[in-house]
């Protein structure tokens, strides 16, 4: 029904930047909500970033003034700015979204299968 696929991640230097983006596809009537979450070997998934279909944005302590989200609704695609990353962001990074399918106009929350961003010293 509908589907979520990200990419951009990979090997970076601490101190560098990247983009991770979650395109959505499928019968989508509306996308809602949308947010990162990562999770490291041994760690709990937390919430990095999230982002309303209005705009308003919301960030875990770790990242704040360092990574941004935003959302392009054309595109159905949400994207995480990374900047300035520390060895500890390494982890898998999960896009998720509040969506609304069609024809029959159910609420699902999908998952992508994540990518894997990896900081090195």
């Known amino acids: 029904q509908v589907q979520l696929v990200e990419s951009g991640g990979g090997l970076v230097q601490a101190g560098g930047s990247l983009r991770l983006s979650c395109a959505a596809s499928?019968?989508?009537?509306?996308?809602?909500?949308m947010r990162w979450y990562r999770q490291a070997p041994g760690k709990q998934r937390e919430l990095v970033a999230g982002?309303?279909?209005?705009?308003?944005?919301n960030y875990a302590d770790s990242v704040k003034g360092r990574f941004t989200i935003s959302r392009d609704n054309a595109k159905n695609t949400v994207y995480l700015q990374m900047n300035s990353v520390k060895p500890e962001d390494t982890a898998d990074y999960y896009c998720?979204?509040?969506?609304?399918?069609?024809?029959?106009?159910?609420?699902?929350?999908?998952w992508g299968q994540g990518t894997l961003v990896t900081v090195s010293s």
């Open positions: 998720n979204a509040d969506t609304i399918v069609a024809p029959d106009y159910r609420y699902l929350a999908v």
């Open positions: 499928g019968s989508i009537f509306s996308l809602n909500a």
């Open positions: 982002i309303s279909r209005g705009g308003s944005r």
